[in-house]
């Protein structure tokens, strides 16, 4: 009898995808250097959650089930046109020069003796030059390297943000900026930003990279905001405001701290000047939809474009991102409330702490209007963080915030039934409940 888990893995269908990604990425990504190949390799290694490349892969293969006649938009780009599977017509392709050079490989390189060969890697062909679709699935070759990139640009942006957020750990060991410190960890995803950036150049498609590149810099205004006006423990500010006063990185406070753990002593803690408490709620959506629900939404339109189906499937699969992406950091939030390090793989009952004003706290503040005072001040009293969870536990702010994650997890649901039944759409939506309802 079949296994009840390979009976109820709704992902199976995707899983000979999955299970070439993290070797996929690493040709994306292998260099001349030894230590630098370490460092932008390590968060690979740790097996996450990889749900941005699921979404894109599900959502893939639920396109693939409209019928091609019906994704017959005009693209400018017309390699689209000849990659829909079982297209009939002449494919216009136009020839390209030859395979280019891959400019890491320095000359100093081969002096010491590091073989090219072993830093060849797919980027040198273009993806017009790959095979035009795949016949078993009809997950296109461009759709699995964008499910690729998204986790790329994903993992560079956890290098960066564990230097910001001063972490220790993530997927259960040392953070890069740990293991190996924060220059290395900086330059590693600057690292994986550009050969991300290679990747989608040779997507060849000018709207995907519009797409991707905005995702990139809306993942930095989302930590901006998050950034603004911070305050250090040491009480010196991190301002940006008017003045154009911008100091205080550890580094710069001149007081290096030996251990990178003792960075935690001076934690940065958000200082922004909201008074409303509704103001605090959309600046906490629009943090949120820049920071996370950006890159599941707009990697989820780039995969439609690349299907070539019609406007209306394009917007709902945005929304569908943008609900989903909004619900998972919603959820992530909440979280960061209940779950134990353990469980989370990453320290938890972090944001009281950091500063962090998200839902739950917010939802507290509605009902008493004097946390305003606690949340100004980021928590930085003594009592602040303990004053703030009673409160959260007191108003339901976890119940609450459970309730907003589920109204863009159902709104997400509706978007997916612009596709057609598929057994991808089952997966898509087995996942968009399991975000809901997942504890890590
Ligand atoms: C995790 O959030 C962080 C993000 C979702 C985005 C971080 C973005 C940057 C650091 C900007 C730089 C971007 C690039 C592309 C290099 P979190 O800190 O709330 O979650 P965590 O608990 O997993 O750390
Ligand atoms: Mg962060
Ligand atoms: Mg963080």
Request: glycine residues 6%.
């Amino acid at each position: 009898p079949q296994s009840s888990s390979t009976f109820s893995d709704p992902f199976s269908i995707v899983s000979h995808e999955m299970s070439n990604l993290a070797k996929s990425i690493a040709n994306l990504i292998g260099s001349g250097h030894p230590t630098l190949n370490r460092v932008s390799s390590y968060y690979f290694e740790a097996e996450g959650k990889n749900v941005r490349p699921l979404i894109v892969l599900l959502l893939s293969k639920s396109l693939a089930a409209i019928p091609l006649e019906q994704r017959n938009r005009i693209k400018i780009d017309t390699y689209d046109v000849t990659e829909q599977p079982h297209f009939k017509g002449t494919p216009t392709k136009t020839s390209v020069a030859g395979n280019s050079v891959d400019d890491s490989i320095s000359p100093l390189a081969i002096l010491h003796g590091i073989n090219p060969k072993v830093i060849l890697d797919p980027l040198s062909k273009p993806m017009d030059r790959l095979p035009q679709f795949d016949a078993v699935n009809g997950i296109l070759p461009k759709q699995r390297r964008l499910a690729e990139i998204v986790e790329m640009i994903h993992t560079a942006s956890l290098l960066h943000d564990d230097v910001i957020d001063l972490s220790d750990s993530r997927r259960g060991r040392p953070s890069g900026n740990i293991a190996f410190t924060n220059k290395m960890a900086v330059l590693a995803g600057d690292f994986l930003l550009g050969r991300a950036s290679v990747a989608i150049a040779r997507l060849r498609n000018p709207e995907v990279i519009e797409l991707l590149s905005t995702t990139i810099a809306n993942l930095v205004e989302g930590e901006f905001m998050q950034l603004k006006n911070t305050v250090m423990s040491n009480g010196e500010t991190n301002s940006i405001s008017n003045d154009g006063e911008n100091k205080i990185i550890p580094e710069a406070t001149g007081k290096v701290p030996t251990k990178q753990h003792e960075y935690s002593v001076s934690a940065p803690q958000e200082v922004d000047h909201i008074t409303n408490v509704n103001a605090a709620f959309e600046y906490y959506l629009h943090k949120t939809y820049l920071k996370t629900a950006s890159l599941m939404s707009k990697s989820s339109r780039a995969a439609a474009v690349l299907s070539g189906s019609q406007d209306d499937i394009i917007e709902n699969c945005y929304e569908f991102g943008r609900n989903l992406g909004l619900c998972f950091q919603i959820v992530d939030d909440m979280l960061d409330y209940t779950a134990s390090n353990a469980t989370f793989g990453k320290p938890s009952q972090a944001d009281l702490k950091l500063g962090l004003a998200t839902a739950p706290i917010l939802f507290a503040w509605k009902e008493q209007p004097e946390l305003g005072e606690l949340i100004g001040r980021k928590f930085s009293e003594p009592g602040d963080v303990e004053i703030a969870r009673n409160a959260v536990d007191k108003f339901q702010g976890l119940e609450k915030t459970r309730e907003m994650a589920q109204e863009y997890c159902y709104k997400a649901l509706e978007n997916l039934r612009v596709l057609p039944e598929s057994d991808a759409r089952s997966a898509l939506e087995f996942l968009t409940n399991s975000i809901l309802t997942r504890n890590k």
